[in-house]
């Protein structure tokens, strides 16, 4: 069974800071993936960054990044320069190399301000 | 290129009517296709997910089934709704054999049950 842990269920950052959002997991898989996906206010839930675990180096898309420390099986992101238009609720989730089913946390809420 | 189509957007049915809920994916053969219930402070809950056609399999027994006639096609229904049943669904697919890549979510179906 796999589970994932979202501790911060609200956060904000003023426009342009820069955001971390925490994730721990826990798996018993030896090779498993990692994501983090956002739901706008549209409700449409979007990837926004995927980490291999067998792979050390950090994942990074444009302004977003993890902090991906396999042995504290912990999944960070962080958002650099944050705008407006990262409003939204943030999913972070996991899922066994090889296996359809992803195990998702209950999301954290951030607000960019103005 | 591959688009999800569900539909639709919001229902409010009453306690004991039955569900249809649709769900297509275009620009693609053969996907993976997951429905999933994301319920207030809860994260999501995969409900059944289909590697193929009349290929189902449930996660989480319940007032629920799920059906997919077609290879592009994933149909949740219910032949009698519970209060309990209110919730925002999401599908979403996923290439075969690479679930690992993410998913692609559908824009949901916002179900209120009265």
């Known amino acids: 069974a796999q589970t994932v842990t979202q501790s911060q269920p609200e956060m904000s950052v003023q426009e342009a800071e820069t955001v971390t959002l925490s994730c721990t997991y826990d798996t018993s898989e030896s090779n498993y993936y990692l994501f983090w996906y956002k739901q706008p206010p549209s409700r449409q839930m979007i990837l926004v960054i995927r980490q291999e675990a067998y792979k050390q180096q950090n994942a990074t898309e444009n302004r977003f990044s993890v902090n991906f420390q396999k042995a504290a099986k912990s999944f960070s992101l962080k958002i650099s320069d944050s705008q407006l238009g990262d409003t939204a609720m943030y999913f972070c989730?996991?899922?066994?190399?090889?296996?359809?089913?992803?195990?998702f946390g209950i999301g954290t809420k951030l607000q960019v301000i103005p | 290129s591959q688009t999800i189509h569900q539909w639709p957007a919001t229902l409010v049915q009453p306690v004991g009517s039955p569900l249809s809920l649709e769900c297509t994916v275009e620009?693609?053969?053969?996907?993976?296709l997951y429905w999933y219930r994301q319920a207030a402070g809860r994260g999501l809950q995969l409900l059944f997910y289909s590697v193929g056609i009349g290929q189902i399999s449930s996660e989480v027994p319940q007032n629920l089934s799920a059906s997919r006639p077609q290879d592009r096609q994933f149909i949740l229904s219910s032949k009698k709704l519970l209060l309990s049943d209110s919730g925002f669904y999401l599908c979403?697919?996923?290439?075969?054999?690479?679930?690992?890549?993410?998913?692609?979510f559908g824009s949901g179906t916002r179900l209120t049950v009265v």
């Open positions: 989730a996991v899922a066994p190399r090889g296996y359809q089913k992803v195990t």
């Open positions: 979403a697919w996923s290439a075969l054999g690479q679930g690992n890549y993410g998913y692609t």
């Open positions: 620009g693609t053969s053969n996907p993976n």
